[in-house]
Structures are given as C-alpha cells and as structure tokens.
C-alpha cells in the first residue's frame, strides 16, 4: 500500500513549516497567494488527502460534487477557468468530498443536453464554472433536480445562488488609477453583453469617467469577441481607432495580451507610447513579457465560498445565499505611464 502523504512531507518538499502548509489547505490567512496556490498545487500532485479524524472534526460528509465547465474555456489560453477547476477540487478534498469533472460541448450547450453526471445520478450537488448560454441554464433548472452554485458568474432570475468577483468596483478603481496617473483620453476593450462580468466591468469604467468630467468615446469602446463567444478573439474583434487614446482599460488579462501585441504590429509600445490595465491577475504563457497593471481577483476565495455553500446547501444547513460578491485588488505593475 502507498505511503499517505503528511503534512511534513509537502513542508519539506516547499521548505516552510507544516504550520504554514495547515493553514494553506484550511483556508486560513497569513500568507501570500502565490505560495498558497503553490503549497495547494503540490498537495494535489503528491495526492495528499486530508486525515479522517480532521473530516470527523469538520462534521462534513463525503459529497460528491459535479463540475461543469465549457470546452471554451479550457483551450490553450483560458487557463484562469483550469485555475478554478483545480482548485476547487483540491478545496472540495480538504472537505471530505470528491469531485467529477464534465466538459460541455458547444453542441452539447446548443441543444441542451443535461450533463451525465446529472443524468446519470452520479452526484449530490453541481457547480457551473463560468457562464453559459441563458438557454442552457435555463433547461438545467427546470430538469436539474439536485443543488447548484455558479462560479465566476450568476443568471440573474432572482434566486440563483452564485460566487463572482466585484468586477464592478474593480474596473472602477483601475479607471480611476488612470486618471490620477495623467490620462483622460481612456478607452474601453471588452464586447458588452457577452458576459455579467464585462458589462459590471464597462460601467464600472463609465463611472469612472462621469465623475471625472471626461466625455465617452463609442469609437473608443472596442469588443474583443461576439456576444456568443466565451473567450477572446482578438484577431477578428479588436481594432485600434483612427484617433488612439493614451490609455485602455480592458476587461481582462487575456485581452490585454492580445491587445499589446495589435499596438507592437503598429510600433507602440508599452507603456512608453500607450498604457494599460486590465483584470484578472493571471499571466498567459507565450504571451508577452509585459508585467500588467490589474485588478487581482482572489480564485482561491472563491471557489473556497463556492464550495463552502454547496456543501450546506446539499446538507440542507444555513448557507449564505443569492450572489456572493468578493473584493479583489490592485496590483500595480510595469503597463501605466504617467503623463501630464
């Protein structure tokens, strides 16, 4: 029989105490997040699996949880939603709880086909990783009979439970940042409508402007993908305007990516030439050496709250319900120029 992993054995291979490893795998603070998703990465490669005595603790029962997830986001560059998946799974596994991944086809998603593991009654409760079609969501509703939770975006109806990032305030305070950094002359990269969270994101950035007297641009608000499409497609969708800004704020790190690589076609760099903020706080392999100023959004938090609340809402315990709205941060970077 395998050796079970210890505690010890993932502070040794790291080189930091089984105090701090504890305290990142219970969800507790007092550290960075680069070294709790490190110190969660390897306790799932090395297969560490939390103790019996510390489930009976917790009181928690061994659910097992459905994770749905469009093929769209988990191509090459979508690797923020892969962020989610793992983690969550490895905080389902501190719980007690296992959990089953299911990739949704786009003709799956088109016709509506229900999931198996919902069809197949292989799970207690479902969590949505990132949005799908209203059409979609709606046939799971009305057809899925057991719990549910949203992650990363909610279908307003009134009564879903769901787990996202304050994208709003988000894309407000990098706004902002750019107007105390000189710039007044501020576009927007992000098509509208083709999710809650780049449409909190735009009128986060309108707000922004209102209150600073800077008048909108429509030339200067770019889409970066169809309103059907979940990911960015910047070849086809965005185009630079006749007339540049000296600042875009996009509605996330993948766009941006995309969008400083259209600039370095056309000779601008940045920050030099034009600056940029964007959100997410993830770095996309084999996509520019440019260190971006953005909005941190906290995945670990989030799915630690989505988790969390399916679990009491398939126990039928007191859960917080409705949409759960979590801060992130600024993290100032090397993609804004002062001006003026």
């Not at 997830?69 to 799974?89: A, K, T």
């Not at 069809?119 to 009305?142: A, F, P, R, W």
């Not at 719990?147 to 988000?170: K, Q, R, W």
């Not at 641009?217 to 070849?235: H, M, Q, Y």
Request: aromatic share 8%.
């Amino acid at each position: 029989m395998a050796k079970s992993v210890r505690l010890k054995d993932i502070a040794d291979r790291i080189g930091v105490s089984t105090v701090t490893v504890s305290k990142a795998l219970s969800g507790q603070k007092g550290m960075s997040e680069a070294l709790r998703e490190r110190i969660h990465s390897l306790a799932g490669e090395m297969g560490y699996v939390p103790s019996v005595s510390r489930k009976a603790e917790a009181g928690t029962k061994n659910y097992i949880i459905g994770l749905i997830i469009s093929e769209q986001y988990v191509d090459d560059y979508s690797s923020f939603y892969s962020r989610l998946h793992q983690q969550v799974s490895q905080l389902a596994m501190e719980k007690g709880c296992y959990s089953m991944l299911e990739i949704l086809s786009t003709e799956a998603e088109e016709e509506c086909r229900i999931p198996k593991l919902i069809s197949d009654k292989k799970v207690e409760g479902l969590m949505i990783i990132g949005k799908l079609s209203e059409k979609y969501l709606e046939t799971l509703k009305t057809q899925c009979e057991i719990p549910m939770i949203y992650l990363d975006f909610c279908y307003h109806t009134g009564n879903e439970d769901a787990v996202v990032a304050d994208s709003y305030n988000g894309a407000y305070c990098l706004t902002n940042y750019l107007y105390e950094m000189g710039h007044r002359n501020i576009a927007f990269v992000g098509t509208v409508l083709s999710s809650g969270t780049i449409t909190d994101r735009y009128f986060g950035y309108r707000k922004s402007l209102l209150e600073h007297g800077i008048d909108f641009k429509e030339e200067w608000l770019i889409p970066d993908r169809c309103e059907a499409d979940k990911v960015t497609d910047g070849s086809k969708f965005i185009k630079l305007p006749e007339k540049m800004p000296t600042a875009f704020v996009c509605s996330c790190d993948l766009t941006a990516t995309v969008l400083i690589k259209k600039l370095a076609e056309k000779g601008l760099k940045v920050p030099e030439d034009i600056s940029i903020v964007s959100f997410d706080r993830y770095i996309y392999p084999r996509l520019g050496d440019i260190k971006l100023t953005t909005y941190g959004v906290d995945s670990y938090e989030m799915g630690r709250n989505a988790v969390l609340n399916l679990i009491r809402k398939i126990s039928k315990e007191r859960y917080r319900q409705g949409v759960l709205i979590l801060e992130g941060h600024m993290v100032e970077g090397e993609s804004v120029k002062k001006i003026g």
